[in-house]
């Protein structure tokens, strides 16, 4: 049963254009909530988080919003790169910190100049 | 400041030998997680390790051991391994003990079972 769902596997954005990566989570005990951006044999580089007393936090290009009550979160990339192609991971934690994370499956971003 | 360091990065074993990968977390670290990728599961967690001590376990067989030393470094053994433990096997250090703190991860070991 998968807790963290990322149910869309790939997604194509022309460069200069927004990227909105989603993610939808089970458990209501998780209340952190991280965004990764993996390269193949590579490990995953953090990108940004949020907390869950948050519903929004903004890093640069990149702006993460919670939804507690519909169990969402998403991330935006504006404007898109050719270089954020790679394929982003939403994870989540239950106890406040980056560690025993649990991961979705990954969507596969293409952006295209 | 070095980051997380995994060895080997690429192992070939055959079915039914053991392996151990090692990981050293960036220093100041003290809580390690491990992390198996593979096509089909993703991402999934291991089990994380604090002061010596198994703090969180992954679902996976008893197979899969870990332990960590005095100086945060851990080790991660596959014991009787079987062609489906092919995989990317990550470890993420955090520095325990405060909130809101991010995991980051090491360039992984690649382990091939044949």
Not at chain 1, 55 to 62: A, H, I, P, S, Y
Not at chain 2, 89 to 107: I, P
């Given at each position: 049963?998968?807790?963290?769902?990322?149910?869309?596997?790939?997604?194509?954005?022309?460069?200069?254009?927004?990227?909105?990566l989603?993610?939808?989570?089970?458990?209501s005990?998780?209340?952190?909530?991280?965004?990764?951006?993996?390269?193949?044999?590579?490990?995953?580089?953090?990108?940004?988080?949020?907390?869950?007393?948050?519903?929004?936090?903004?890093?640069?290009?990149?702006?993460?919003?919670?939804?507690?009550?519909?169990?969402h979160?998403?991330?935006?990339?504006?404007?898109?790169?050719?270089?954020d192609s790679?394929?982003?991971?939403?994870?989540?934690?239950?106890?406040?910190?980056?560690t025993?994370?649990i991961?979705?499956?990954?969507?596969?971003?293409?952006?295209?100049? | 400041?070095?980051?997380?360091?995994?060895?080997?990065?690429?192992?070939?074993?055959?079915?039914?030998?053991?392996?151990?990968?090692?990981?050293?977390?960036?220093?100041?670290?003290?809580?390690?997680?491990?992390?198996?990728?593979?096509?089909?599961?993703?991402?999934?967690?291991?089990?994380?390790?604090?002061s010596?001590?198994?703090?969180?376990?992954?679902?996976?067989?008893?197979?899969?051991?870990?332990?960590?030393?005095?100086?945060?470094?851990?080790?991660?053994?596959?014991?009787?391994?079987?062609?489906?433990?092919?995989?990317?096997?990550?470890?993420?250090?955090?520095?325990?003990?405060?909130?809101?703190?991010?995991?980051?991860?090491?360039?992984?070991?690649?382990?091939?079972?044949?």
């Amino acid at each position: 049963d998968q807790q963290v769902k990322q149910n869309s596997p790939s997604l194509s954005v022309q460069e200069g254009r927004i990227s909105i990566l989603n993610c939808d989570y089970t458990n209501s005990m998780f209340d952190y909530f991280l965004w990764y951006k993996k390269y193949p044999a590579e490990g995953p580089t953090f990108l940004i988080s949020i907390s869950s007393i948050k519903d929004k936090n903004e890093d640069g290009r990149f702006t993460v919003f919670l939804n507690k009550s519909a169990k969402h979160l998403s991330l935006h990339i504006v404007p898109s790169q050719p270089g954020d192609s790679a394929v982003y991971f939403c994870a989540a934690s239950g106890n406040q910190a980056g560690t025993a994370l649990i991961f979705g499956k990954g969507t596969t971003l293409s952006v295209s100049s | 400041k070095a980051g997380v360091t995994q060895t080997p990065r690429y192992l070939i074993k055959t079915r039914g030998q053991q392996v151990t990968l090692s990981c050293s977390p960036i220093s100041g670290h003290r809580s390690v997680s491990w992390y198996q990728q593979t096509p089909g599961q993703g991402l999934q967690f291991l089990f994380e390790y604090f002061s010596e001590t198994q703090r969180n376990k992954g679902n996976f067989p008893g197979r899969f051991s870990g332990r960590q030393f005095s100086n945060s470094r851990s080790e991660m053994n596959v014991s009787t391994l079987e062609l489906g433990d092919s995989a990317l096997y990550l470890c993420a250090s955090t520095l325990f003990g405060q909130t809101n703190t991010e995991a980051f991860f090491g360039q992984g070991t690649r382990l091939t079972v044949v």
